[in-house]
């Protein structure tokens, strides 16, 4: 089956501590975001990448950071820095050229 | 920051009945886009319309675009009880489909 996973489904994170959400894509689309939902709103991005070894910063990314080592792999990395992470995280992909964004099931992060 | 507004936030109807939602933006675009989010899930991708459209169809979803007054409508007909979720659209800049900007959806419940 092709797709877009995302992992862990829920994640817990300590005060001061960093935590990473996994984003996978097995559709060989060039272009991976990751966005957040606040509750009751609308997506929000944090960073993009259009190629692989290339990201750029959205709307939100202080706080945040990334990586596109590969271009089936998009990982976000939520930083101490970043101090309300309680969200909904979805990461999305498309085709280069292509218009649809499609999307994983979403990451929930709270904070103990 | 959030281009498109939505109109209304929250939405009930009777099965059966058509659901209307619109959206508002603020700059040119190169074409717009609705999406459905089930509660706690992904964004599934429903239609597009390009901004030479005026109208689009597709099933029991009815689509139109007026850029005079940057507003998009979604009509859907004959309301199912599955089609209960947030709506989003989402706006695509005149340089390039790289990005999308959403809107803060409207969540419709469908009453059985």
């Known amino acids: 089956d092709g797709g877009i996973t995302q992992s862990p489904k829920y994640l817990f994170r300590k005060e001061g501590q960093n935590v990473t959400l996994s984003c996978e894509q097995n559709?060989?689309?060039?272009?991976m975001y990751w966005y957040r939902q606040d509750p009751g709103q609308g997506l929000r991005l944090i960073y993009y990448?259009?190629?692989?070894?290339?990201?750029q910063k959205g709307d939100i990314a202080e706080g945040y950071s990334v990586s596109r080592e590969k271009k089936e792999s998009f990982p976000l990395t939520v930083t101490s820095a970043q101090k309300n992470p309680t969200a909904f995280y979805l990461c999305?992909?498309?085709?280069?050229?292509?218009?649809?964004?499609?999307f994983g099931p979403g990451t929930r992060l709270l904070v103990l | 920051s959030q281009q498109g507004e939505e109109d209304p936030q929250a939405l009930s109807i009777q099965e059966g009945e058509n659901a209307t939602m619109n959206c508002s933006y603020k700059?040119?675009?190169?074409?717009l886009q609705w999406y459905r989010q089930n509660s706690g899930r992904g964004l599934v991708h429903l239609i597009l319309i390009r901004s030479n459209e005026r109208e689009k169809h597709s099933g029991r979803l009815r689509v139109t675009l007026d850029t005079s007054k940057k507003s998009s409508s979604l009509l859907i007909t004959a309301s199912r009880a599955a089609d209960t979720a947030s709506y989003f659209c989402a706006t695509s800049g005149n340089f390039g489909n790289e990005k999308l900007t959403f809107g803060t959806g409207t969540r419709l419940t469908i009453i059985p």
């Open positions: 990448s259009q190629i692989v070894n290339d990201f």
């Open positions: 999305a992909s498309k085709e280069h050229w292509g218009e649809t964004q499609y």
């Open positions: 559709l060989n689309h060039d272009a």
């Open positions: 700059t040119s675009i190169n074409n």
